[in-house]
């Protein structure tokens, strides 16, 4: 079973900058779209960015131009750079799979908090 271990979140003011982390257990991250998803309190978690293996990138358009997803393959890596923070980025952020449900295996999560 895939395991995920998310870091790097912590408290920011609005236009901050952090860059999340995720490393991955396994053999099958090389092979899978990639994604990082936040979830805030009474609310379900959603995919805001993700990327193929090929290094293809999408975006959820609040983040388009703030955020860039990257990978490296060789470490079983994710990452998310966040710039231009703003409060509504405030939430629990979460790496899986492109493909995972609310069922899914996932990590504990890294919390970010933008706030003046």
């Known amino acids: 079973q895939v395991q995920f271990v998310e870091s790097g979140g912590g408290s920011v003011q609005p236009g901050g900058s952090l860059r999340l982390s995720c490393l991955a257990s396994?053999?099958?991250?090389?092979?899978?779209?990639m994604a990082w998803y936040r979830q805030v309190p009474g609310k379900q978690r959603y995919l805001v960015a993700s990327?193929?293996?090929?290094?293809?990138?999408n975006y959820v358009n609040s983040v388009q131009g703030r955020f860039t997803i990257s990978r490296d393959n060789a470490k079983n890596a994710l990452y998310l750079q966040m710039n231009n923070l703003k409060p509504e980025d405030t939430a629990v952020y979460y790496c899986?799979?492109?493909?995972?449900?609310?069922?899914?295996?996932w990590g504990q999560g890294t919390q970010v908090t933008v706030s003046s």
């Open positions: 396994g053999n099958a991250f090389r092979f899978n779209t």
């Open positions: 990327i193929t293996t090929a290094g293809s990138t």
């Open positions: 899986n799979s492109a493909s995972a449900t609310q069922g899914s295996f």
